[in-house]
T-cell receptor, first 115, second 115 residues
Framework: LAKTTQPISMDSYEGQEVNITCSHNNIATNDYITWYQQFPSQGPRFIIQGYKTKVTNEVASLFIPADRKSSTLSLPRVSLSDTAVYYCLVGDMENYGGSQGNLIFGKGTKLSVKP | DTEVTQTPKHLVMGMTNKKSLKCEQHMGHRAMYWYKQKAKKPPELMFVYSYEKLSINESVPSRFSPECPNSSLLNLHLHALQPEDSALYLC??????????????FGSGTQLSVL
């Protein structure tokens, strides 16, 4: 079961690019990396998912190096509305029967965007 | 329809009350989940249902009783709760349980206060 480590908090200003790194040294061959965003008093929202190299969608990019022991969520030109907690989850849902990494939330990174 | 709907949004109950939380999705998802989230903490997995059968119980006290009447509905029955059970209860669904690149869709949660 891959365990993830993220910075507890990050500060940024509007218009900047924000990169949040997640460490997952024990990632297994079949594991995917999934990022969620959560606003206060709301459920987490899926942002992006990847297995290797780079993935980009309309919201963010996800960079995964060749060894896959870490990943970086990149948010381009953040705004005040991007202030939220960002969670990195790593795991393989195929081996259910016990708790799985991609169902387990770590402490997340609280991103604060200032004007 | 890509929503997971939870009712009620807020609930206040006494320690001797019996209440139920409800969750509904119409995305055809076959896996449904209950999470508990205390303030400023990450969501904690409680229960997982797959094809209407309980697949995972994360050692949750028996005062929490889940039920999955059909593939679209998930209930959480509450009885004899303690004040420390006050939290945001989140429901989620996914296409299936056991797919490596699965992603979770969350509802907005029920904010529960136990007096």
């Amino acid at each position: 079961l891959a365990k993830t480590t993220q910075p507890i908090s990050m500060d940024s200003y509007e218009g900047q690019e924000v990169n949040i790194t997640c460490s997952h040294n024990n990632i297994a061959t079949n594991d995917y990396i999934t990022w969620y965003q959560q606003f206060p008093s709301q459920g987490p929202r899926f942002i992006i998912q990847g297995y290797k190299t780079k993935v980009t969608n309309e919201v963010a990019s996800l960079f995964i190096p060749a060894d896959r022991k870490s990943s970086t969520l990149s948010l381009p030109r953040v705004s005040l509305s991007d202030t939220a907690v960002y969670y990195c989850l790593v795991g393989d849902m195929e081996n259910y029967g016990g708790s799985q990494g991609n169902l387990i939330f770590g402490k997340g990174t609280k991103l604060s965007v200032k004007p | 329809d890509t929503e997971v709907t939870q009712t009620p949004k807020h609930l206040v109950m006494g320690m001797t009350n019996k209440k139920s939380l409800k969750c509904e999705q119409h995305m055809g998802h076959r896996a449904m989940y209950w999470y508990k989230q205390k303030a400023k903490k990450p969501p904690e997995l409680m229960f997982v249902y797959s094809y209407e059968k309980l697949s995972i119980n994360e050692s949750v006290p028996s005062r929490f009783s889940p039920e999955c009447p059909n593939s679209s509905l998930l209930n959480l029955h509450l009885h004899a709760l303690q004040p420390e059970d006050s939290a945001l209860y989140l429901c989620a669904s996914s296409q299936d349980l056991g797919t490596a690149n699965e992603k979770l869709f969350f509802g907005s949660g029920t904010q529960l206060s136990v007096l």
